[in-house]
């Protein structure tokens, strides 16, 4: 049952809004997601102890929230093609609870990938706190993430949307399927880009606005065949351009009355 324009346009002011809230609260509170208390390693050096003093000053439960604050922030725009997939094959008394349970699948998914790659960032800030070192080797890793045949077989697969049962416990079942079988592949293509900004000392939201702007593009491309390529934020780059000639444009236009008129008085 596919859903009308306006109800297509409605869902992804919706999902952009929830995205530009998180983002809102992120500038904000910058820490919100981003800050780690740093704690001094003793003259023993790095042990046990000073771990558990880490994670002392760093509860696990504030860790989580924060990833889950930089989640909703950063991946939102990249759920509004499979979220109308989930409503256009839902009927309209089923969606809301379909949705929802593509949604936990998914988030679910991400929180279980964070615990590593909060894990990572934890074992930085011990062993070289405040060091750019961590950031850069991400970095490379990433970049070599990016041009590889895996990271596009996961963008691949990250296109292709299950069919979904109409009915009962199948639907219920096919949703929550859905949201965590979308989820190990955003997971597989993303988590080197997602690790980067969490390792940066300084700069943590830019660093989460450009990857953003990064996957936010890549999932505009059709799939491609497997290979080595540099994979960038092009389309997007594109479309923003295009769309800001189109609105300056149109504003040249409609002023170029009134300034000719002006300048005849």
Known sequence: MRISARESARVNAS???????????LLVNPGGATALAHCPVTDSGVS?????????????????????????????PML???????LERSFKRRRARSVTLFVVGY??????AGGVLLGARLTSSLLMPRSYLPAVVAGVVAFV??????????????????????????????????????????????????LFPMLLSQGHLAG???????????RLEQPRPLGWRLRGAGKLTRIVAAQTRIRLHGLLSRSGPSLSGSGSV
Request: proline letters at 3%; one cysteine or more; aromatic letters at 8%.
């Open 107 to 112: 988030a679910a998914v991400w929180m279980a």
């Open 15 to 25: 999902i952009l809004l929830v995205s530009a809230a998180a983002w809102a609260v």
């Open 48 to 76: 046990a102890a000073s771990f558990r003093m880490l994670l002392a000053m760093n509860p696990v439960s504030s860790l989580a929230a924060g990833w889950a604050l930089m989640l909703v922030a950063m991946m939102s």
């Open 80 to 86: 509004v093609t499979p979220i109308r997939h989930v």
């Open 145 to 194: 993430w990016q041009c590889a045949p895996v990271k596009q077989r996961c963008l691949n697969r990250g296109h292709r949307h299950r069919e979904l049962a109409a009915f009962g416990a199948a639907a219920d079942l096919d949703a929550l399927r859905f949201g965590v079988t979308h989820g190990v592949w955003c997971v597989g293509s993303c988590w080197a880009l997602m």
């Open 208 to 218: 989460m606005a450009a990857v953003t702007f990064l996957m936010v593009s890549e």
